[in-house]
């Protein structure tokens, strides 16, 4: 008699995308994340943490992370037998690295500075790394 036992894939699956450091680009680098997370068939809960972190993370590259005709770009990499998502935002502006130790004290009428904020409570844990030449990559990990 046959028994088949169910496998599960324990490939790393990777995606990487140049996206303009624009409004549009970041919104653009959300869905992107959401279409590919859904395809690797990510759970519901995890693609909603990864969508806003991505979301955070692309609107400050093109915000602050930006220089005229540089584009920022997306990479995300799944490693299912670590069980471990990577979200890597990579700008033109290595000048300009985001504080490790946010500000919780954002008052509540701020129309801005939640950023980071949001991703502290929603990643496992969070970075920067150089980009040479002149660049940074932001980077977040959230557990599967």
Sequence with gaps: MNVSTPHT?????????????????????????????????VSPSVVERAEQIVAELSA????????????????????????LLRIEVTDARGDRLPCAGTDFTTPPDAESDRG???????ADRWGTEPYPPGGKTVWAECGL
């Design 9 to 41: 894939s324990t490939a790393v699956s990777t995606f990487a995308q140049q996206l303009s450091s624009t409004r549009r680009g970041a919104r653009l680098a959300r869905l992107l994340a959401a279409a590919e997370l859904q395809t690797w068939q």
């Design 116 to 122: 980071l904020i949001l991703v502290t409570a929603l």
């Design 60 to 83: 400050n590259a093109a915000l602050h992370g930006r220089v005229q005709g540089r584009d920022f770009r997306l990479a995300l990499r799944l490693d299912p037998a670590a069980g």
